[in-house]
């Protein structure tokens, strides 16, 4: 799976957007970028995932760029609740156009989303 | 609430000894994930097992094994634990929707070994 690069940490002020950077240039066309997100020690949280259109759903939108190298992760009006660490992570589509397997998680970003 | 039930919560046991950590998937998942978050390696994936048959394994320890049941639960086996083995286990169960997969992790095990 293709290496993924994250800043360790982010702030962003209650109500704000918060964009969540990650780089992944070495990402083949057949690896889907996947983000997760744990809020202190629970398990993972699916969030959103795409392929290389930009993707929305109910907690937060995907926009990953036209060479498919970096995207980043908006959460359009950031609440204290959202204070976690954010992951990205790419995987690899299957011959038959399948994702699935291990997940493998970096060290993703700390957000923390302050009043 | 992801759906995927975890037990025990918490576990503080011996150095030497064995304990066996219990996941149930959400309703109809037929694969299960078992993944190990320690302060220094971060989230490792250990195994997976699709509807009873291991699919997959990573860096899972020979002391380690596991098991998923004709009920779709699954089981972790931890044997001559070590104080390295303190870390919390998490086990996720996935759904394959069209040609994307989506896991969804339970609330772990926090084990600590004395």
């Known amino acids: 799976d293709a290496k993924t690069t994250q800043p360790p940490s982010m702030d962003c002020a209650e109500g704000r957007a918060a964009n969540l950077p990650c780089n992944h240039s070495t990402i083949s066309g057949n690896e889907y970028v996947y983000w997760y997100r744990q809020i202190h020690s629970q398990g993972p949280q699916y969030i959103i995932h795409g392929l290389k259109n930009n993707e929305t759903n109910e907690m937060a939108s995907l926009i990953i760029t036209e060479d498919r190298k970096s995207s980043t992760l908006i959460l359009p009006h950031a609440t204290l609740r959202d204070t976690a660490v954010y992951y990205c992570i790419v995987r690899v589509r299957s011959a038959g156009g399948t994702s699935y397997g291990k997940l493998t998680f970096g060290q993703g970003t700390i957000l923390t989303v302050h009043p | 609430d992801s759906g995927v039930t975890q037990t025990p919560k918490h576990l503080i046991t011996a150095t030497g000894q064995r304990v066996t950590l219990r996941c149930s998937p959400r309703?109809?998942?037929?694969?299960v994930y078992w993944y190990q978050q320690s302060l220094d390696q971060g989230l490792q994936f250990l195994i997976h097992?699709?509807?009873?048959?291991?699919?997959a394994k990573g860096n899972i320890l020979e002391r380690f094994s596991a098991q998923q049941f004709p009920d779709l639960h699954s089981e972790l086996n931890l044997s001559s634990l070590e104080l390295g083995d303190s870390a919390l286990y998490f086990c996720a169960s996935s759904v394959q929707q069209g040609i994307v997969e989506t896991q969804y992790f339970g609330p772990g095990t926090r084990l600590l070994v004395l």
């Open positions: 309703s109809g998942d037929l694969s």
């Open positions: 097992y699709y509807n009873g048959e291991e699919r």
